[in-house]
């Protein structure tokens, strides 16, 4: 993919398996298995998860997790639906319940891949289940993917697919020294297509430490699809993650509303803590306030105090107050 290449130009998908099954989170859940285009690995999913039941709702919110994660937030999914909305989340390809034991766990050579489960996925939103209005809700890494493939659908579609984009802790820039974002992402892009598969860096273990229950935190989810010590970072994949953050900073032009969410403060990402839950410890919020500038026409960006780098597993009252911004913007939007 060159600098330019959009999202909607990824490869097209391949024959969609058949309806929903039971999820891993039991009773009340469903999940739709998608099958897309072979990759080099060979065999490549996605998986589509909602509450068991027939949608009520005309609009729908989907939701886009981050790297080394995956969908668990069923609070998260108890708020939307208890303002109106059917709740929906994508496990990406070799994400949670998409990883499969031949794949490296959540590498992708290009951010575009993700178009084939995302156009995907609202496709069924819309057209199988007959929602009017979809709102696209990424988280981190996965606030970088939505906001690319947002500004490259709404502007070739001959309707929006996007009526509005929220974004939790969106990942617009690398939270290192000017070497590492200059000099050594330079180095990664001469690197990534000669020895894609070479690890160059892993995610410290302290924040998912103050996350899960295991290790003192609140929250329980599966540490293998989200161990505490990360996934490997591998050239390939940081290379494409820097491409995207370099189309983020030459501006997008994102034809919906757009709410930019972040914490007050950033904390040390590489050190333990005591406020690795109240502050964004994983992402610089001042880069990510300026690059949010330059994603459209209408954006809004908003600090939450307290707030975690995942601004919906913050303790209270920080979790609620970003419920409250977000639902109250969406209702302001009318999306």
Not at 75 to 103: C, N, P, T
Not at 305 to 316: F, Q, R
């Amino acid at each position: 993919m060159n600098d330019d290449q959009q999202p909607d130009e990824a490869h097209g998908g391949g024959p969609q398996s058949d309806g929903w099954h039971p999820d891993v989170l039991g009773d009340g859940w469903v999940a739709r298995t998608l099958d897309l285009e072979p990759d080099a690995e060979g065999e490549v999913v996605a998986t589509l998860v909602r509450r068991a039941g027939t949608p009520g709702a005309r609009r729908a919110v989907l939701y886009v997790h981050g790297f080394v994660d995956y969908f668990f937030q069923t609070h998260l999914a108890e708020q939307v639906a208890a303002h109106g909305y059917d709740f929906y989340a994508l496990d990406l390809r070799k994400y949670g319940r998409s990883l499969r034991d031949h794949q490296t766990p959540n590498y992708v050579p290009e951010l575009a891949d993700y178009a084939e489960e995302l156009d995907r996925s609202a496709q069924i939103i819309r057209t199988d289940e007959g929602h009017t209005e979809l709102v696209v809700l990424g988280h981190s890494t996965g606030g970088l993917v939505t906001s690319l493939w947002a500004d490259a659908r709404n502007r070739t579609a001959e309707h929006p697919v996007v009526d509005a984009l929220v974004l939790n802790s969106p990942w617009f820039d690398l939270n290192e020294s000017w070497f590492h974002r200059v000099v050594a992402t330079r180095v990664i892009d001469l690197l990534g297509p000669l020895a894609p598969m070479a690890v160059v860096g892993r995610l410290q273990p302290h924040y998912g430490r103050a996350l899960h229950t295991g290790t003192g935190g609140e929250w329980d989810y599966d540490l293998a699809w989200k161990p505490l010590d990360g996934f490997p970072v591998r050239a390939g994949w940081l290379r494409a993650i820097r491409r995207g953050h370099a189309r983020v900073a030459r501006g997008l032009a994102i034809t919906c509303p757009v709410l930019v969410l972040t914490s007050a403060e950033s904390g040390s990402a590489k050190t333990f803590h005591d406020a690795l839950d109240t502050t964004d410890s994983v992402l610089d919020v001042e880069q990510t306030r300026a690059r949010a500038q330059g994603l459209g026409t209408d954006v809004t960006v908003v600090r939450i105090y307290g707030g975690a780098h995942d601004l919906t597993l913050s303790p209270e009252p920080a979790r609620s107050a970003f419920f409250a911004e977000m639902f109250a913007w969406l209702a302001n939007r009318q999306a």
